[in-house]
């Protein structure tokens, strides 16, 4: 067998872990590389590389994956999760790392190089993404041929395989949902830095799901930045009538959606705080502890007439009441954002409080 080199796209799971130890046991040198968006992050694959003394390449994708989400053309999951192109995104931008690192992606029918690129997907696994047409489809998008080593033997043959880069005869025949055969490898191999199989992306989430699909039906042109938003505290959205000077209308009836991000903890605040950009209206309570609220319009920047508004927080506070789909002046946008605030601080509750604004610059 010719000498060959891996790189693996990584997860940190246990199906990706085990594809790296199928390679390594054949004397392949592994690398792997993940891929970070709003939607799923690297910490799991940092500890799962240590463990197998694998480089790891992180690459931040989050501009592309959102541009994915607004329009994915294999359609959606069970909620918001476009796996398919998603899958073939990572794929390509792996590809992409074949011919410039120490590690190279090779592209498709290019294997000059000895360089192979695999996954840790298993056929039948997921009912969306790793069917055998959808694995196809993957390839195809990607434009980089992939070795799927758990599940290869279920699969058509690939170059890696025919031209002796990788023993086709020791990779495996998974199929299906259950992981039984995976945990008895894990046990095998001793591995013991791997992630859950759920959790992994917030796509999947229904929650999250549905504070995006809001987001993408009132703000179209929503950034990375806006999105980081919806990750950290009580969501509300509102609906401001602009005055025919607002900023960057065109149409000046027409209403703008208003975002209020109410922070639930303290790191919730702090992140709130690092999100928050040029415009923003950032709220906390002056004398007692509670939360952060974001305000955030996007052609449009409220006028503060004074930095302290004065709330009466009731006991009980009824979303009904507030008409939250009701469009609002300014200063009952703001009015309502100062109820939330104090509502959020228990010891606020039935108190009257000063509520501190400011504007980031």
């Not at 806006?226 to 509300?236: A, I, P």
């Amino acid at each position: 067998m010719q000498k060959a080199k891996a790189l693996v796209l990584f997860s940190g799971g246990l199906d990706s872990m085990l594809a790296v130890k199928l390679l390594q046991i054949q004397g392949i040198k592994a690398e792997s590389i993940c891929f970070t968006s709003n939607f799923f992050n690297c910490t799991k694959a940092k500890d799962a590389a240590e463990e197998l003394g694998i480089k790891l390449k992180v690459v931040d994708i989050s501009r592309e994956m959102l541009e994915i989400v607004k329009n994915p053309l294999s359609g959606y999951g069970k909620h918001l999760n476009p796996c398919v192109d998603c899958h073939a995104l990572m794929a390509r931008r792996a590809g992409e790392f074949l011919q410039s690192g120490s590690t190279a992606p090779v592209a498709a029918g290019d294997y000059g190089a000895n360089n192979i690129f695999a996954t840790g997907e298993v056929l039948g696994q997921r009912p969306f993404s790793q069917t055998k047409d959808a694995l196809a489809r993957v390839e195809k998008f990607a434009g980089v041929e992939i070795l799927r080593p758990l599940s290869a033997k279920k699969l058509p043959e690939t170059e890696y395989e025919k031209q002796g880069l990788v023993d086709r005869g020791r990779m495996l025949n998974i199929i299906g949902r259950s992981r039984e055969r995976q945990m008895e490898l894990a046990e095998k191999y001793k591995l013991k830095n791997y992630s859950t199989p759920a959790g992994g992306c917030l796509l999947t989430d229904s929650e999250f799901s549905n504070r995006l699909l809001k987001m993408l039906d009132y703000w179209q042109d929503c950034g990375v930045n806006d999105v980081e938003l919806l990750k950290y505290g009580r969501v509300f959205w509102l609906t401001l009538s602009t005055p025919k000077h607002a900023k960057g209308r065109q149409d000046a009836n027409k209403s703008e959606k208003v975002l209020i991000v109410v922070g639930r903890h303290k790191e919730d605040n702090e992140n709130l705080e690092k999100l928050a950009r040029k415009g923003d209206v950032i709220m906390e309570l002056k004398e007692i502890a509670g939360p952060l609220s974001l305000i955030r319009i996007k052609n449009y920047e409220l006028r503060i007439k004074n930095n302290i508004l004065k709330i009466n927080v009731p006991e009980k506070l009824k979303m009904g009441e507030l008409e939250l789909g009701e469009e609002k002046s300014g200063e009952n946008i703001l009015r309502i954002a100062g109820l939330l605030t104090g509502y959020y601080a228990v010891k606020a509750r039935k108190k009257k409080v000063n509520c501190q604004l400011r504007v980031k610059n």
